[in-house]
């Protein structure tokens, strides 16, 4: 019973731990898997972002597919912070911040 208890422990663990985002490949070397955002930055594999391709916008995820980092599209559209126009309350207060 201890030994269920502890492989179904560890199941769990294994699952809630960061996907790793490196491939051994041939002769023991690591490879950095990761994709890559228009600038160039790295992304690490499991990371949205916005993307603008052909004037159209959608939200991508960094995913494997057939070994090769690539977007996939898993929303068809980018969630917007604007406020359309309103402006953000003003609030003043009877105590000015303390100088540095």
């Not at 490196?22 to 690490?44: F, I, M, N, Q, W």
Request: hydrophobic share 35%; net charge negative.
């Amino acid at each position: 019973m201890h030994y269920t208890s502890l492989l179904i422990a560890t199941a769990l663990i294994g699952t809630a731990l960061p996907l790793h985002a490196d491939v051994t490949g041939p002769g023991g070397k690591v490879l950095d898997c990761y994709c890559t955002d228009k600038s160039g930055s790295r992304v690490e594999l499991g990371e949205f972002r916005c993307l603008s391709v052909d004037g159209r916008s959608f939200m991508a995820q960094c995913q494997m597919s057939l070994n090769v980092p690539m977007w996939r599209e898993v929303q068809s559209a980018c969630p917007s912070a604007a406020l359309n126009g309103a402006q953000l309350p003003q609030t003043e207060t009877d105590h000015p911040l303390p100088r540095l």
